[in-house]
């Protein structure tokens, strides 16, 4: 398994596995749109302030992370309310994902902790995730408990969501 950064080169591997995603997992997981504009506005690094990561299995994408540097505004808005500092250089904002048929297989778990080390190499202080996690989906809550995140909050927006964060300092 390799994970690195995207290159302008990837946007129809990259397409590819955003059309592979069922709708269970879109349900979980929508930071943005899924079309073929917005994986080539990723690839060739047009998405403002974003870093996104892959997972490959024999040149195969298997698993991709968005990072934002700084908070969504619909994110930045709920932490206001929230007894942390925020910082928009060093607080980041993660949303993960895995292919259907490689989930629960560690891959979310090597690709979290590839991304934490770029991110620490940034000095990142911070990692949040972005839209926060649905707290129906208990795997991902899991996972990320098991990745040092804790819970900060429950808010509602089309059903229960968690803030959770990652203290990287
Ligand atoms: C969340 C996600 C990124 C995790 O990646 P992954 O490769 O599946 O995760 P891993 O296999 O590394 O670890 C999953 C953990 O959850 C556990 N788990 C699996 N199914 C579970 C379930 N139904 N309920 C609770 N825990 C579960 C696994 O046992 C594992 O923990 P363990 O190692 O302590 O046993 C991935 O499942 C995914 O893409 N899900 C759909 C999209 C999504 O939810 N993205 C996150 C949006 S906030």
Redesign the pocket.
Known sequence: MQFRSLKPSDSSALLQYFQSLSAE?RM??GPHDFDEATAQQICNGQMEKCIAYIGLDNGRII?YAIVLQGYTLGDYNRYLHYEIEMDNEHDFTL????ADD?????????LYSFVENQLRAKEAHKIV?WGG??LS????V??YL?HGFRTLAQFEYQGTNLDMVHHLL
């Open positions: 997992t979980r997981f698993a949303a993960p994902s895995v490689w989930q629960s297989k560690g891959v979310g778990s090597q995730l996690v649905q989906n208990q795997r991902a899991r996972f098991k």
